[in-house]
């Protein structure tokens, strides 16, 4: 690797794998740019199941996430804990917040992890993202992180329809195929329009790197990213 190359690493949690298609396309961008990407994936220690078993469990877990339950998490790879130019801490709202996972990682690592580093968030949602990413811009900036920007992918669908497809799908149901919510509701997750949209933001985010353009001076707010 030159001595000059350029590196990122993206730490992720996916419960649905959203998250994971549009870091895939992400990835693949910064590395056809000559990025290079190191990917780390925040695990639970006990794996959650997705979709939930029933809708009582589903507002079990809603109810949970709403008061930032932490999820215990394994401990992170060696690789993780090395310098970077830039972090992209990557992962979707639950109740208005960042995962239990992601809440779990800060409180262990944070300190040491993002201490005195560039720290990007990206965060999947179905629409209700601002409360997550003002309280993750102010934990990741208590831990000592820049954080000059954010990326945030919104399911496609309108609401309300968006939050009542969304709970019934994790709750194991298909509300897209339904006779009366599969007009209103008709696709889960993001789009493949979205996924090229992250593949542009990854090579937008390289062109910034290798080019010393600010992080901060990038338009991320795409319609797009946030029809």
């Known amino acids: 690797m030159p001595e000059n190359q350029?590196?990122?690493?993206?730490?992720?949690?996916?419960?649905?794998?959203?998250?994971?298609?549009?870091?895939?396309?992400?990835?693949?961008?910064?590395?056809?740019?000559?990025?290079?990407?190191i990917k780390e994936r925040i695990t639970t220690v006990t794996h959650l199941r997705f979709p939930?078993?029933?809708?009582?469990?589903?507002?079990?877990?809603?109810?949970?996430?709403?008061?930032?339950?932490?999820?215990k998490i394994a401990p992170l790879s060696t690789k993780a804990k090395r310098n970077y130019d830039l972090i992209l801490l990557a992962g979707p709202t639950w109740s208005y917040n960042p995962s239990g996972p992601v809440l779990s990682?800060?409180?262990?690592?944070?300190?040491?992890?993002?201490?005195?580093?560039?720290?990007?968030?990206?965060?999947?949602?179905?629409?209700?993202w601002r409360m997550h990413w003002l309280g993750l811009k102010h934990l990741l900036k208590r831990c000592g992180a820049q954080v000059p920007n954010h990326i945030v992918f919104s399911h496609p669908n309108k609401e309300p329809w968006s939050t009542v497809g969304v709970f019934l799908k994790i709750a194991g149901k298909n509300p897209e195929r339904h006779p009366f919510l599969g007009k209103y509701y008709y696709h889960f997750g993001h789009t493949i329009d979205q996924q090229d949209e992250a593949a542009q933001f990854g090579k937008i985010l390289a062109n910034?790197?290798?080019?010393?353009?600010?992080?901060?001076?990038?338009?991320?707010q795409t319609p797009k990213a946030l029809p």
């Open 6 to 37: 350029k590196k990122i690493l993206i730490l992720s949690y996916s419960f649905s794998g959203q998250t994971n298609g549009l870091l895939r396309r992400v990835a693949s961008a910064l590395e056809e740019a000559g990025i290079t990407v």
């Open 208 to 220: 910034a790197l290798n080019t010393g353009l600010p992080l901060e001076s990038i338009n991320f």
């Open 52 to 71: 939930v078993s029933s809708i009582p469990a589903c507002i079990s877990m809603m109810v949970k996430t709403f008061l930032r339950q932490r999820i």
């Open 105 to 128: 990682l800060i409180d262990r690592d944070g300190p040491t992890l993002f201490k005195n580093k560039t720290v990007i968030p990206l965060i999947s949602c179905r629409g209700y």
